[in-house]
């Protein structure tokens, strides 16, 4: 049997699954948590000497790695040097939370398994087609281009993943398919894809832009960090707010949209509002990208929340119909977790939930890299 190890390292887990080439099913996988704390692996190494344990004698073909961050650099998935390894750990200053967990992640594979090929999949390389209207922010070019501001976009693995569903749930050529993709889980953004190629997205050039997340602010005037820190709020102060206890969080006191829904119906304000503020950006995204992209053939649902929330989806596309985009409230209440269509019969614009599979993106894509 052929197998790929597929490596998602965070700053204090690594979630890993084995896959099968051939099949594309996963075999088994897993997750070490709190890495570093007491009781737990004391750090990446270790915590893959035990994943390895778990491994057996299985000696996969590639091992395939999530990197938040390519810069503008990697387009595509990469076989992993020394080179590539020092130029994501340069990169770590775009992704300080993400970038080295990632790159511990690869030093140890590398080290359990010499010989083995690594294969780095860029969060960040879907979204390389964005055009400069698209990723230029309106600042002083000089500032820009010597510190690398510019919009990246990021969930790119699950998007290429998803858009190539949705192509094969409606039968057509992913090619003239005009796709709206909300990836809505406790990170949270959506992506305009023309043709199977990003035109707009959400985030930018950090994770922290875009849609109201579980913790994170999503868009805000730049304004307000001025007055914060004027009022003595330091950069790091600033920081852990709008990335930790924002969103969700900060508005309703509760990270987890289920919780939350739950405390609006029993008549919670601030829940409610904060519900009302997170639909608000859906809704505000959905507009703007309905008009980048001349319309739409689908709306497109993925990730916890998208996946799960039928109330998240209906107030989405809530009282669009003049726009073609009509909801089976029946379809979207049903649980399942199958990809499907939710909307009306005679809805001229579709809208799809389907489960992402990262997973299977970085095997498939690791795969092709070692050719």
Same mark, same amino acid.
């Not at 010989?115 to 999949?121: S, Y």
């Not at 290429?160 to 949705?166: E, G």
């Given at each position: 049997?052929?197998?790929?190890?597929?490596?998602?390292?965070?700053?204090?887990?690594?979630?890993?699954?084995?896959?099968?080439?051939?099949?594309?099913?996963?075999?088994?996988?897993?997750?070490?948590?709190?890495?570093?704390?007491?009781?737990?692996?004391?750090?990446?190494?270790?915590?893959?000497?035990?994943?390895?344990?778990?491994?057996?004698?299985?000696?996969?073909?590639?091992?395939?790695?999530?990197?938040?961050?390519?810069?503008?650099?990697?387009?595509?998935?990469?076989?992993?040097?020394?080179?590539?390894?020092?130029?994501?750990?340069?990169?770590?200053? @775009?992704?300080? *939370?993400?970038?080295?967990?990632?790159?511990?992640?690869?030093?140890?594979?590398?080290?359990?398994?010499?010989?083995?090929?690594?294969?780095?999949?860029?969060?960040?390389?879907?979204?390389?087609?964005?055009?400069?209207?698209?990723?230029?922010?309106?600042?002083?070019?000089?500032?820009?281009?010597?510190?690398?501001?510019?919009?990246?976009?990021?969930?790119?693995?699950?998007?290429?993943?998803?858009?190539?569903?949705?192509?094969?749930?409606?039968?057509?050529?992913?090619?003239?398919?005009?796709?709206?993709?909300?990836?809505?889980?406790?990170?949270?953004?959506?992506?305009?894809?023309?043709?199977?190629?990003?035109?707009?997205?959400?985030?930018?050039?950090?994770?922290?832009?875009?849609?109201?997340?579980?913790?994170?602010?999503?868009?805000?005037?730049?304004?307000? @960090?001025?007055?914060?820190?004027?009022?003595?709020?330091? *950069?790091?102060?600033?920081?852990?707010?709008?990335?930790?206890?924002?969103?969700?969080?900060?508005?309703?006191? $509760?990270?987890?949209?289920?919780?939350?829904?739950?405390?609006?119906?029993?008549?919670?304000?601030?829940?409610?509002?904060?519900?009302?503020?997170?639909?608000?950006?859906?809704?505000?995204?959905?507009?703007?990208?309905?008009?980048?992209?001349?319309?739409?053939?689908?709306?497109?649902?993925?990730?916890?929340?998208?996946?799960?929330?039928?109330?998240?989806?209906?107030?989405?596309?809530?009282?669009?119909?003049?726009?073609?985009?009509? @909801?089976?409230?029946?379809?979207?209440?049903?649980?399942?977790?199958?990809?499907?269509?939710?909307?009306? $019969?005679?809805?001229?614009?579709?809208?799809?939930?389907?489960?992402?599979?990262?997973?299977?993106?970085?095997?498939?894509?690791?795969?092709?890299?070692?050719?």
């Amino acid at each position: 049997m052929t197998t790929a190890f597929i490596v998602n390292s965070g700053s204090s887990s690594i979630k890993w699954e084995l896959v099968d080439v051939e099949t594309e099913q996963r075999l088994r996988g897993g997750i070490v948590e709190r890495i570093g704390e007491t009781g737990a692996a004391v750090d990446h190494e270790h915590a893959m000497e035990s994943i390895l344990a778990e491994l057996g004698d299985e000696h996969p073909v590639v091992i395939g790695h999530r990197v938040v961050h390519g810069g503008s650099e990697f387009t595509s998935a990469t076989l992993v040097t020394d080179e590539v390894e020092a130029a994501i750990e340069r990169l770590s200053a @775009l992704a300080p *939370l993400h970038n080295p967990a990632n790159l511990a992640g690869i030093r140890a594979a590398r080290a359990a398994f010499p010989g083995v090929p690594n294969v780095a999949v860029f969060d960040t390389a879907f979204h390389q087609s964005l055009q400069p209207a698209a990723y230029t922010y309106a600042i002083d070019a000089e500032v820009a281009a010597e510190h690398h501001v510019r919009r990246y976009g990021f969930h790119g693995t699950s998007y290429h993943y998803v858009s190539r569903r949705a192509a094969k749930l409606l039968g057509r050529p992913l090619e003239e398919l005009k796709l709206i993709v909300f990836h809505l889980g406790n990170g949270a953004s959506v992506t305009a894809i023309d043709g199977g190629r990003s035109v707009d997205t959400s985030m930018g050039m950090t994770p922290l832009e875009g849609l109201m997340m579980g913790t994170r602010s999503g868009d805000l005037d730049a304004g307000i @960090l001025f007055h914060l820190g004027r009022a003595g709020f330091s *950069l790091p102060d600033l920081d852990t707010m709008l990335n930790r206890s924002s969103g969700l969080l900060g508005v309703a006191g $509760n990270g987890d949209m289920r919780d939350v829904q739950a405390a609006a119906a029993a008549g919670d304000a601030a829940a409610r509002l904060a519900l009302d503020v997170y639909y608000h950006r859906l809704r505000h995204y959905l507009g703007a990208y309905l008009v980048a992209l001349g319309g739409a053939d689908a709306v497109v649902f993925t990730a916890g929340v998208g996946e799960n929330s039928a109330p998240t989806r209906a107030a989405t596309v809530a009282g669009l119909g003049w726009l073609g985009i009509e @909801l089976d409230a029946f379809a979207n209440n049903r649980n399942s977790r199958d990809a499907r269509i939710v909307s009306t $019969n005679g809805s001229r614009v579709a809208v799809l939930v389907i489960p992402t599979n990262e997973e299977l993106e970085i095997a498939r894509q690791s795969v092709a890299a070692i050719g």
